[in-house]
């Protein structure tokens, strides 16, 4: 069964970075679209960026030109990193393929306040 472990976020004033990580337990990236998705308090989770096999990105509306998704295929990472963040960015983020198809990990917390 394959594990999908978050890390990277905290709490960040508005304007500031983070840098989200996903790691997986075993080597699933190489063959699969890898997406970041996000779940705010109350709302559904959202598909905010993916990436396909050969570094093509797609990001929605909400983050583009604010955030950058990459791959790391020889370490089974991908990585999110969020710049100018804002307030509605805080949520709890989650990795997965694109049209999930592994059990969510924990994800991880980006609390976006001054």
Do not use: H
């Amino acid at each position: 069964q394959v594990q999908l472990v978050e890390s990277g976020g905290g709490l960040v004033q508005p304007g500031g970075s983070l840098r989200l990580s996903c790691a997986a337990s075993r080597s699933i990236f190489s063959i699969n679209i890898m997406g970041w998705y996000r779940q705010a308090p109350g709302k559904e989770r959202e598909l905010v960026a993916f990436i396909t096999t050969g570094a093509i990105t797609n990001y929605a509306m909400s983050v583009k030109g604010r955030f950058t998704i990459s791959r790391d295929d020889a370490k089974n990472t991908v990585y999110l990193q969020m710049n100018s963040l804002k307030p509605e960015d805080t949520a709890v983020y989650f990795c997965n393929t694109y049209a999930p198809q592994y059990p969510w990990g924990q994800g991880t917390q980006v609390t976006v306040s001054s």
